[in-house]
């Protein structure tokens, strides 16, 4: 237990730490111009600046604040001050998206059939009594919660309604409800809270009453039937666009539910999730570069390297560059693995990362590509050490849990592993730390039972698997993560068939999940494939910068027969560099319902 004594104790100082300010510098632009007197300011503090003639700004912050950028025409940004930001190079974009050569072929809107395949992985969609809802693709506002928000101990309606969205009141009293809207049978009401019973409770948003769309069905009266720990989603229309069909009965707004009981997740013939890479015809058309190709647009000083016959003449190569980039920890790290695995030169690749360890020091996000590139050498001893550090740089990461979970579990430590997981979640329940949407707390709760299903003995470590959504799953399993939040992306998987799905992890796609990662201190998702499709599936990514001239390492986490005795990972990791061209990472072949290599 002692190490979590220090957490706590560290998590002063960084608290401490946070406060120091520092001076934020970069350029803002729209992608290929300068914006001049575009405004920089500090959410809720009344600081602000605005860019010169050449679109450069410098604003004094400290790491938690969240700075706002805006410019007339164009979409307003926020981006957290995290400990080692130094540097935000803002690229905005336009309201009225402007159409650069390009050919429309396809609706902006999805269809019905298109919404009801993708109900059950798109979070923004929602089931009314008029269809299916995607807040990304209407013109009015659209709020939305996710079941997984709501906490396991939570069970009153009226107090996650009001907490959880602003502009909301529930009234309790005494009077008659007007019982529910095409369904038999209404629930009874009594006398309101102090009584035991809610005769009268009515939720307030634009100051009527609303009415509730539940699973396509409408109530009026406050729906004391709903399981809370049922709920897989929650919307508010409070606009008169949004309640418009709903007639006059909603001039007080909707509350729209989608329980997970009574929301049918679309299923292919085999009685399987539907693929999401099969829903229209998006075949994979545009050329991948090999890795091989991007390696070209390297650094000199890698490409001299790579050139190198011998041994003696690679090392000449790399210290006739020691004095110009040694202060550079990305040429460091690209010295040691090209002496690590290309000369298998190991006490030579140590040397070339002892000696300067000095630039990284300090800083969590090379040492979290450090760490990456141990791991996937499998030198777990040299990864769990840097993994330690990042940790204790930032206790108050929720990814430094999984992070320091898993290197445990690779020493084979796997009590200590669970130790690790089961505090995390205690800090949860304490209020400690915030709970994550679906994202993050389904990869920690897969983790953490997935440890527990195959290593763990009871008789070592009292824990008990945390519950989920769903069955546990097996099959193969993704698991990517990136050592700098500030990456921006598109990842894309295309199946056996050649059609491609694209998850968008940018601000101009999706702003609000790449805000919540950074509240809350994680980079990572992850991806399943059942095997209904056997045969290669393929992995691209299409990188668009970091908001510095820094390169972003991607730990991709390869899991074969993931849940089963057989499970066994491969870890890769790749040094993301070259801007907005669709690069190859990997092929991971399935066959049947279980993945295999």
Same mark, same amino acid.
């Given at each position: 237990?002692?190490?979590?004594?220090?957490v706590?104790?560290?998590?002063i100082?960084?608290?401490?730490?946070?406060?120091?300010?520092?001076f934020?510098?970069?350029t803002?632009?729209?992608?290929?111009n300068?914006?001049?007197?575009?405004?920089?300011?500090?959410?809720?503090?009344?600081?602000s600046?605005?860019?010169?003639e050449?679109?450069?700004y410098?604003?004094?912050?400290?790491?938690?604040d969240?700075l706002?950028?805006?410019?007339?025409?164009?979409?307003?940004?926020q981006i957290r001050?995290?400990d080692v930001t130094?540097?935000?190079?803002?690229?905005?974009?336009? !309201?009225?998206v402007?159409?650069?050569?390009?050919?429309?072929?396809?609706?902006?809107n999805n269809?019905? !059939?298109?919404?009801?395949?993708?109900y059950?992985t798109n979070?923004n969609?929602?089931?009314?009594l008029?269809?299916?809802?995607d807040?990304t693709?209407?013109?009015?506002?659209?709020?939305?919660?996710?079941?997984n928000?709501i906490l396991?101990?939570e069970y009153?309606?009226?107090?996650?309604l009001?907490?959880?969205f602003?502009?909301?009141?529930?009234?309790?009293g005494l009077?008659?409800?007007?019982?529910?809207?095409?369904?038999?049978?209404a629930t009874?009401?009594?006398?309101?809270?102090?009584f035991?019973?809610?005769?009268?409770?009515?939720? +307030?948003?634009?100051g009527?009453?609303?009415?509730?769309d539940i699973?396509g069905q409408?109530?009026?009266?406050f729906?004391?039937?709903i399981?809370?720990?049922?709920i897989?989603r929650i919307?508010?229309?409070?606009?008169?666009?949004?309640?418009?069909?709903?007639?006059?009965?909603?001039?007080?707004?909707?509350?729209?539910?989608?329980? !997970?009981t009574?929301t049918?997740?679309?299923?292919?013939?085999?009685?399987?999730?539907?693929d999401?890479a099969?829903?229209?015809?998006?075949?994979l058309?545009?050329?991948?570069?090999?890795?091989?190709?991007?390696?070209k647009?390297?650094?000199?000083?890698?490409?001299?390297?790579e050139?190198?016959t011998?041994?003696?003449?690679?090392q000449?190569?790399?210290?006739?560059?020691?004095?110009?980039?040694?202060?550079?920890?990305?040429f460091?790290?690209?010295?040691?693995r090209f002496f690590?695995?290309?000369?298998?030169?190991?006490?030579?690749?140590?040397?070339?990362?002892e000696g300067a360890m000095?630039s990284?020091v300090?800083?969590p996000?090379?040492?979290?590509a450090?760490?990456?590139i141990?791991?996937s050498q499998?030198?777990?001893g040299?990864?769990?050490q840097?993994?330690k550090?990042?940790?204790?740089?930032?206790?108050?990461?929720?990814?430094?849990y999984?992070?320091l979970?898993?290197s445990?579990?690779n020493l084979?430590?796997t009590?200590?592993?669970?130790k690790?997981?089961?505090?995390?979640?205690?800090?949860l329940?304490?209020?400690?730390?915030?709970?994550?949407t679906?994202?993050?707390?389904?990869?920690?709760k897969?983790?953490f039972?997935?440890?527990?299903?195959?290593?763990?003995?009871?008789?070592?470590v009292?824990?008990?698997?945390?519950?989920?959504d769903?069955?546990?799953?097996?099959?193969t399993r +993704?698991?990517f993560?990136w050592?700098d939040?500030?990456?921006?992306?598109?990842l894309?998987?295309v199946?056996?068939?050649g059609?491609?799905?694209?998850?968008?992890?940018?601000l101009?796609e999706?702003?609000?999940i790449?805000?919540?990662?950074?509240e809350?201190g994680?980079a990572?998702?992850e991806?399943?494939i059942?095997?209904?499709?056997?045969?290669?599936?393929r992995?691209?990514?299409k990188?668009?910068g970091?908001?510095?001239?820094?390169?972003?390492y991607?730990?991709?986490?390869?899991?074969?027969n993931?849940?089963?005795?057989e499970q066994? !990972?491969?870890?890769?990791?790749?040094?993301?560099?070259?801007?907005?061209?669709?690069?190859?990472?990997?092929?991971?072949r399935?066959?049947?319902?279980i993945g295999t290599?």
């Open positions: 237990m002692k190490i979590f004594y220090t706590l104790i560290l998590s100082s960084v608290f401490i730490c946070s406060a120091q300010e520092r934020i510098k970069g803002i632009t729209d992608g290929e300068l914006l001049p007197n575009a405004n920089v300011q500090i959410v809720n503090s009344g600081v600046t605005n860019t010169d050449d679109g450069k410098r604003i004094l912050a400290s790491p938690g969240a706002f950028y805006n410019y007339p025409g164009m979409e307003p940004i001050v995290e130094k540097t935000l190079n803002v690229e905005m974009f336009p !309201k009225v402007k159409l650069k050569n390009v050919t429309v072929t396809q609706n902006r269809s019905q !059939k298109e919404l009801e395949t993708q059950a979070p969609i929602l089931k009314t008029f269809g299916y809802l807040k693709k209407v013109s009015y506002s659209v709020r939305i919660m996710d079941g928000d396991p101990g009153n309606l009226a107090l996650v009001q907490n959880r602003a502009g909301i009141r529930v009234l309790n009077g008659m409800g007007s019982g529910t809207v095409g369904t038999p049978n009874t009401v009594g006398f309101g809270a102090a035991g019973a809610n005769a009268g409770r009515s939720v +307030l948003l634009r009527g009453r609303a009415i509730f699973d409408l109530f009026t009266d729906p004391d039937f399981d809370v720990q049922n897989r919307g508010i229309l409070s606009s008169s666009a949004g309640t418009v069909k709903y007639g006059t009965m909603a001039r007080g707004g909707v509350i729209v539910i989608n329980t !997970k009574g049918v997740i679309p299923k292919d013939k085999n009685g399987r999730p539907w999401t099969r829903l229209r015809n998006n075949f058309r545009e050329p991948v570069v090999s890795s091989s190709v991007a390696l647009n390297a650094p000199t000083y890698l490409r001299e390297l050139s190198a011998t041994f003696e003449e690679a000449a190569i790399f210290e006739s560059n020691l004095d110009k980039y040694a202060g550079n920890p990305y460091i790290l690209d010295a040691y690590y695995e290309k000369w298998n030169a190991q006490q030579f690749a140590d040397a070339v990362v000095d990284f300090g800083n996000v090379v040492l979290k450090l760490a990456y141990y791991e499998e030198r777990f040299l990864s769990h840097v993994t550090d990042v940790f204790i740089l930032r206790p108050h990461y929720a990814q430094s999984l992070e979970a898993n445990n579990r084979g430590k009590a200590m592993a669970a690790v997981y089961a505090r995390y979640f205690y800090l329940d304490e209020g400690f730390m915030e709970t994550d679906s994202t993050f707390s389904t990869i920690i897969r983790e039972n997935n440890l527990l299903a195959l290593e763990v003995d009871d008789r070592v009292k824990s008990k698997r945390v519950s989920m769903g069955e546990e799953y097996k099959g +993704l698991v993560e050592n939040s500030e990456a921006e992306f598109d894309q998987f199946n056996p068939e059609q491609y799905y694209t998850w968008k992890h940018s101009e999706n702003p609000e790449i805000l919540r990662e950074k809350l994680y990572c998702s991806y399943l059942d095997g209904s499709i056997p045969g290669i599936w992995a691209n990514i990188y668009q970091n908001k510095s001239l820094t390169p972003t991607l730990k991709a986490t390869i899991y074969h993931y849940g089963s005795k066994r !990972k491969e870890v890769r990791v790749f040094k993301l560099n070259v801007k907005d061209t669709n690069q190859e990472l990997f092929n991971v399935t066959i049947g319902s290599p």
